[in-house]
């Protein structure tokens, strides 16, 4: 299975779209989607990129244990010798900790790595003179 991301530029605003399939289909497709994409947006597409996700690493997996390990050491640490401080200081930090742990479990680290890149994808492409020179000397 390939994941892949799209990303388009359209008036200085960047989208993105990712699409998943088995390999040689999916970089068939690829040319659909531009060819779409120039149709509906009236041929405004300013660029055109598309990367292969090669890793995905759930961050859940590092944050759970790291954050767990801090609040349960958290009482081990004295912030401040005044305890009622040191108390409200302790709490603000786990709640904080418990929050941003919330937050980033269901967040993911991705790899990707560029297949290509196209700038004004949906204008006419200029047909280079030689390939007519190639292909009289085959």
């Given at each position: 299975m390939v994941k892949l991301i799209i990303r388009y530029k359209v008036e200085g605003k960047t989208y993105s779209l990712r699409v998943e399939g088995e390999a040689p289909k999916i970089y068939e497709d690829l040319d659909g989607i531009l060819e779409t994409l120039c149709k509906k947006l009236n041929n405004g597409v300013d660029e055109y990129s598309v990367s292969e996700v090669t890793n995905m690493s759930p961050l859940g997996k590092i944050v759970l244990g790291?954050?767990?390990?801090?609040?349960?050491?958290?009482?081990?640490?004295?912030?401040?010798?005044?305890?009622?401080?040191?108390?409200?200081?302790?709490?603000?930090?786990?709640?904080?900790?418990?929050?941003?742990?919330?937050?980033?479990?269901?967040?993911?680290?991705?790899?990707?790595?560029?297949?290509?890149?196209?700038?004004?994808?949906?204008?006419?492409?200029?047909?280079?003179?030689?390939?007519?020179?190639?292909?009289?000397?085959k």
């Open positions: 790291v954050g767990a390990n801090l609040l349960l050491h958290l009482s081990d640490y004295k912030i401040s010798d005044d305890r009622v401080i040191d108390n409200i200081a302790k709490t603000v930090l786990a709640t904080s900790i418990g929050l941003t742990i919330g937050h980033i479990v269901d967040s993911v680290i991705e790899v990707e790595m560029e297949k290509f890149n196209i700038k004004s994808p949906c204008q006419p492409r200029k047909e280079n003179p030689l390939t007519s020179v190639i292909t009289e000397w």
